[in-house]
Each structure stands twice: as C-alpha cells, then as structure tokens.
C-alpha cells in the first residue's frame, strides 16, 4: 500500500489483505458498462493484456497500486486520530477540532469513518451517511465474535443483493485514496464500488478463510474528488463492511474519531490483541487522543486500581503499535445525573430547584453536587495520576467547566452549553469545549509536523 499519510507502512505480517484496483479478483468497469449478475473477474491479472489494463484504468480514473517491499514512504500531511465514548462518536466535539485544526495547518482528508447508520449516537460531520433498508449491525461490545471487527466497532452485514452504503459530501471531498475495510468468508458474496454514479471497482470478498480486507480506490491523476461514493453488494452472499478511510496526500491535518457510545476503555481490550494492533498500524496515526470516562464514572462498583490497570493496557497496546505516535489524553467533563421526579409525602410540597443557583460551596468534591455520577471524581483523579506517570499531555475537560455543579450551571446558561441529560453538550458547548481542546492540542501538533516523536516512557 502506498503511503498516504502520518506514518503509514506495507504490513507484510499484518494479516490485512490489500486489493488494488488491478488486483487478482478485482476489475474496472468503465461507465455506462452494463454489471453481469456477479460482477467479479475470474481473469487473473496476469492474463489481461497491457492494452485491457490500461483501458480499465483509464475508465476508471485508477492506477495500480504499487506495494514497496518493506516500510513506506511518510506523507507530509499529519494524522490524528481520536478514540473514545460517545463523546467522541457523535463528531460534534471532535469535527469541531477538526475544523479549527485545518482552517490553520490545512485539510488532509476525510480520514476513516464508519458505515451506515449503527448507532443514533455514531455520526460524521464531513459526510452524510446513509444504508439501504437491508443492512443489519453487530456491535463489538456484545458480539461473541470480536475478532470480525476493525477498529471501528461495528460491521454493516447484509446477504442481499442490490443493498447500497452511501456517503455523500455536500462539496467535492478531495481524495487521494479510498479504501473500504470489508470482511471475507469462504460464502461471502462480491461489492461494487461507484464513485459519482460510474462503477469503478468490483471485488470478491470470497476467501478461504475469514478475515479483513481492504479495497483500495486510487485515480490516475493522484488526486481527484466526490460527491457521492457508493458500496453496493452484487449477489445475494453475505457481505460484510466494517469502515471507510478517505485519505489525501499533501500538507494539512487528517483528524479521524472512533466513537463507541456507552463505551469504557475497556473495550478497546474486547479486539483481538493482533487485529488491535493492525488495525493502529494501517492508519498509523502521529497522535493518538484517549477520550474516555464519563461511563466509568455512572459505574458505582468501579475499583480505581483495576481501572487504572486497565487504562494502562490500552496504553501499552498502542504504544506497541505506534511506537513513535504521541499520545494525549482527555479526562471526563462534569456531568450529572438527572433529578429525578419529585414524589412527595402527602401534604408536603417538592422543593424548589434553581439549577442555575450558586452550589453551597465552590469545592470540587462530589458532595458539592447530589447529582454527580458517584464515581466521576476518582476517575478524574486516576486519569491525571496516569498521565503524569506515563508522561502523557493531559486534557482536564472538568476544569473549563464552572465549579461545583458545572453541567447545570452549563445547561442553564443562554444558549445552553449542556443537553438537558447533563452528560452530553449541545453544539455550542461542545464548540466551546473543541476551542479549548484544540489549543492544547497545537503545540503537539506543531511538534509532530517538526519530525519530533514522543517522548519515551523510560
């Protein structure tokens, strides 16, 4: 594979099967070309004549992708990518980063986003996702398969034919690349891809056996861009799709976000420990951002040793894979739960409440606010103790947020910084919240685009 930004590498070990556009089981299909009823080519490669690929190719506006033999070539863009709850699944608070981050380093790409439509809480502020009737989703937080995921945490499945995966750009999106991570089985059926409307790509997911794959979407002239990409399965076998990276070469910032709404970071030890590692390693981002916290605090239960553990894994996991990523972290915002329904004893009144009132102290202790997830607090204080002894930027989200009881007071400013549940923000919270975050992450930004790497963890 080509490199197309950050770090990217060929992984010959990585187990991720790279499709080029002229690969083996692969063809072009110029526009206006009438599909057959399984569109995949049983004509190797090396049978077509120069003459037939460079035909394809052209029709298509792609190239052949060349594999170096080890290693890769860095781009000059820079790579972020963002993982954590829903937070960062919505894209509200991380599209918002996004777009501060470009408007002064440049626009990289679109980056990797999910499929379809898994979660009401999974979205993407740079394209308009959207699945035909016949799709399906699998969750790797209750899949007893977990090692079927990519690093997005949800498949889109179907065993239809004709079913489409539409991602939809209001302007041209600029790309350089496109690859769809697709999933293959000894019964999988075939998928089209279509740029603008022409088909440019049909492929086989058939393997021996299951695993990932990606298929790679490159144009002839380097760059190019769409308004419309589409996957579209070609038989009735059953297909699977897991995300889609849309990547540009040149200057500028990719900021990618995997969100898992009601998630901990737990879950990022649900992926096999492999198809974890892989998975960093292809999109191989220069920063990493951990975004967790705010689920671990509801949890009355939680044991702040074992969760510090557990924390630390993920850590080494990543580390593992991106030696030279930096990682930063962004601690939990306040957050509340809701009062509850007054149900008074008879002839005694509820009591007046003013969420907007001033707290009984300015402390930062969970007996400031009755309301506060009852674990919050020692989250907070395990996350800063971590990143100061793993030596990782930390973001307090809680300090830019009003002492005490911060999410009301946040929800009862106009216009309201905070949903009326009191964990989520509205828009003009989270655009409050990405301009604070985005400042601190600049001078690591500054520092990845010098060429300087972490700091080791000695």
Same mark, same amino acid.
């Given at each position: 594979? @080509?490199?197309?930004?950050?770090?990217?590498?060929?992984?010959?070990? @990585?187990?991720?099967?790279? *499709?080029?556009?002229?690969?083996?089981?692969?063809?072009?299909?110029?526009?206006?070309?009438?599909? $057959?009823? =399984?569109?995949?080519?049983?004509? $190797?490669?090396?049978?077509?004549? %120069?003459?037939?690929?460079?035909?394809?190719?052209?029709?298509?506006?792609?190239?052949?992708?060349?594999?170096?033999?080890?290693?890769?070539?860095?781009?000059?863009?820079?790579?972020?990518?963002?993982?954590?709850?829903?937070?960062?699944?919505? &894209?509200?608070?991380?599209?918002?980063?996004?777009?501060?981050?470009?408007?002064?380093?440049?626009?990289?790409?679109?980056?990797?986003?999910? !499929?379809?439509?898994?979660?009401?809480?999974?979205?993407?502020?740079?394209?308009?996702?959207?699945?035909?009737?016949?799709?399906?989703?699998?969750?790797?937080?209750?899949?007893?398969? $977990?090692?079927?995921?990519?690093? @997005?945490?949800?498949?889109?499945?179907?065993?239809?034919?004709?079913?489409?995966?539409?991602?939809?750009?209001? %302007?041209? #999106?600029? /790309?350089?690349?496109?690859?769809?991570?697709?999933?293959?089985?000894?019964?999988?059926?075939?998928?089209?891809?279509?740029? &603008?409307?022409?088909? *440019?790509?049909?492929? @086989?997911?058939?393997?021996?056996?299951?695993?990932?794959?990606?298929?790679?979407?490159?144009?002839?002239?380097?760059?190019?861009?769409?308004?419309?990409?589409?996957?579209?399965? +070609?038989?009735?076998?059953?297909?699977?799709?897991?995300? =889609?990276?849309?990547?540009?070469?040149?200057?500028? !910032?990719?900021?990618?976000?995997?969100? /898992?709404?009601?998630?901990?970071?737990?879950?990022?030890?649900?992926?096999?420990?492999?198809?974890?590692?892989?998975?960093?390693?292809?999109?191989?981002?220069?920063?990493?951002?951990?975004?967790?916290?705010?689920?671990? +605090?509801?949890?009355?239960?939680?044991?702040?040793?074992?969760?510090?553990?557990? /924390?630390?894994?993920?850590?080494?996991?990543?580390?593992?894979?991106?030696?030279?990523?930096?990682?930063?972290? *962004?601690?939990?915002?306040?957050?509340?739960?809701?009062?509850?329904?007054?149900?008074?004893?008879?002839?005694?009144?509820?009591?007046?409440? &003013?969420? %907007?009132?001033?707290?009984?102290?300015?402390?930062?202790?969970?007996?400031?606010?009755?309301?506060? $997830?009852?674990?919050?607090?020692? *989250?907070?204080?395990?996350?800063?103790?971590?990143?100061?002894?793993?030596?990782?930027?930390?973001?307090?989200?809680?300090?830019?947020?009003?002492?005490?009881?911060?999410?009301?007071?946040?929800?009862?400013?106009?216009?309201?910084?905070?949903?009326?549940?009191? =964990?989520?923000?509205?828009?003009?919270?989270?655009?409050?919240?990405?301009?604070?975050? #985005?400042?601190?992450?600049?001078?690591? =930004?500054?520092?990845?685009?010098?060429?300087?790497?972490?700091?080791?963890?000695?």
């Amino acid at each position: 594979m @080509s490199v197309l930004g950050g770090r990217r590498r060929c992984l010959a070990t @990585s187990g991720v099967v790279i *499709v080029s556009l002229l690969g083996v089981g692969t063809h072009f299909l110029a526009a206006g070309t009438d599909l $057959p009823a =399984v569109p995949v080519s049983t004509t $190797p490669t090396d049978k077509l004549s %120069s003459a037939q690929l460079r035909t394809n190719v052209a029709a298509a506006g792609g190239e052949q992708l060349v594999l170096p033999a080890s290693g890769g070539q860095a781009r000059k863009s820079l790579s972020i990518l963002q993982i954590g709850d829903s937070h960062t699944a919505a &894209d509200l608070f991380t599209g918002m980063v996004r777009q501060i981050l470009q408007e002064k380093f440049g626009q990289g790409g679109i980056g990797y986003v999910n !499929v379809g439509t898994p979660h009401p809480g999974v979205r993407s502020s740079l394209l308009k996702l959207t699945a035909s009737s016949g799709w399906s989703y699998e969750d790797i937080r209750r899949s007893a398969r $977990p090692g079927a995921f990519g690093l @997005s945490g949800f498949n889109a499945s179907t065993s239809r034919e004709g079913e489409v995966l539409t991602f939809a750009s209001d %302007s041209p #999106a600029r /790309y350089s690349a496109i690859e769809i991570e697709a999933q293959t089985d000894p019964d999988a059926g075939s998928v089209v891809i279509e740029i &603008d409307d022409v088909p *440019v790509l049909s492929a @086989s997911l058939a393997a021996a056996t299951a695993g990932p794959r990606i298929l790679e979407v490159r144009p002839t002239a380097g760059k190019a861009s769409f308004r419309r990409l589409v996957v579209r399965t +070609g038989e009735a076998k059953p297909v699977a799709i897991s995300a =889609v990276g849309i990547f540009r070469e040149g200057t500028g !910032v990719t900021y990618s976000s995997i969100g /898992y709404p009601g998630a901990t970071v737990v879950l990022l030890a649900r992926f096999p420990e492999k198809r974890f590692v892989d998975g960093l390693r292809r999109l191989a981002p220069d920063i990493v951002v951990l975004a967790f916290g705010t689920n671990e +605090g509801f949890d009355a239960n939680l044991d702040p040793a074992g969760y510090r553990e557990r /924390y630390v894994s993920a850590i080494r996991a990543i580390r593992q894979a991106l030696p030279h990523a930096r990682l930063v972290m *962004v601690g939990p915002p306040q957050g509340e739960r809701p009062v509850t329904a007054c149900k008074p004893a008879e002839g005694r009144p509820c009591p007046a409440t &003013d969420p %907007s009132a001033e707290p009984p102290a300015a402390t930062e202790r969970q007996d400031t606010c009755p309301q506060r $997830p009852p674990q919050l607090d020692q *989250v907070r204080e395990v996350q800063l103790r971590l990143a100061k002894a793993e030596r990782i930027p930390f973001w307090d989200w809680w300090a830019i947020m009003p002492a005490g009881c911060g999410a009301s007071r946040w929800a009862a400013t106009d216009p309201a910084l905070m949903s009326k549940d009191r =964990v989520h923000f509205t828009k003009a919270g989270y655009r409050k919240s990405a301009a604070g975050f #985005a400042a601190f992450l600049e001078p690591e =930004v500054r520092a990845s685009l010098r060429g300087e790497d972490a700091v080791p963890n000695d």
